[in-house]
């Protein structure tokens, strides 16, 4: 199936214009997050066209050591956060650099990191996963360009699902533990209070194993 896919794939020509070259993981920008949540990634995708919905960008936050996306279409440029967090990495503009920013984290209690003006590849996670939302859309949207927010859960999921080249674990299991399971598996458990032990207990060993290997 995998060999019928990369066929498929190579005689897409809209796959082929969208394509982006693999770019290699660099150990040397490795950092020292080593838990969940202790620094999440924001930033914007504008210039995309305006939505039949009339959305005309996506907020980005991916967190940074498990590299899971979240990402919410936006009419502007205004948008609620989601806490709490030690750190909190985004560029210089003015939508993240302000005096309600300045007091969120004061009271909050989070460290607010900004990438330099010259290097914005500081926050190389959200604009890699900003690339691939953008050929997504591209891709999935050729045929009506004002229906890319149809298709944004749909992405979510298939990156959320997928191995990530650095860490070697797709973000799905390095934040809830386990691998996302297909439709196909649904099965209902008549012993929910059971399930729910069984399943606490497994989360706590998977996530003492897997977030130091992915470090």
Request: hydrophobic share 35%.
């Amino acid at each position: 199936m995998i060999e019928d896919i990369k066929k498929i794939v190579m005689k897409c020509s809209t796959c082929q214009r969208n394509g982006k070259p693999v770019k290699n993981y660099h150990p040397a920008l490795a950092t020292d997050v080593s838990n969940a949540f202790k620094r999440v990634c924001v930033d914007l995708v504008l210039g995309l066209s305006e939505s039949d919905e009339g959305y005309v960008g996506v907020m980005i936050i991916v967190e940074f050591l498990t590299k899971y996306p979240f990402a919410k279409p936006i009419r502007k440029k205004e948008c609620n956060l989601f806490g709490p967090f030690e750190e909190l990495l985004s560029d210089q503009g003015k939508e993240f650099c302000n005096q309600i920013m300045d007091e969120l984290s004061k009271n909050i209690g989070f460290n607010h990191i900004t990438t330099s003006a010259y290097n914005p590849r500081t926050n190389g996670i959200t604009e890699r996963f900003n690339q691939t939302l953008i050929e997504a859309f591209r891709k999935l949207s050729e045929a009506n360009i004002r229906k890319w927010h149809v298709y944004l859960p749909y992405v979510l999921m298939a990156y959320r699902s997928r191995i990530h080249n650095s860490t070697g674990f797709s973000p799905y299991e390095l934040l809830f533990g386990r691998k996302m399971i297909p439709f196909t598996n649904w099965r209902e458990d008549n012993d929910e209070s059971q399930a729910i032990l069984k399943r606490s207990e497994e989360i706590r060993n998977l996530i003492d194993n897997v977030h130091p290997e992915a470090a």
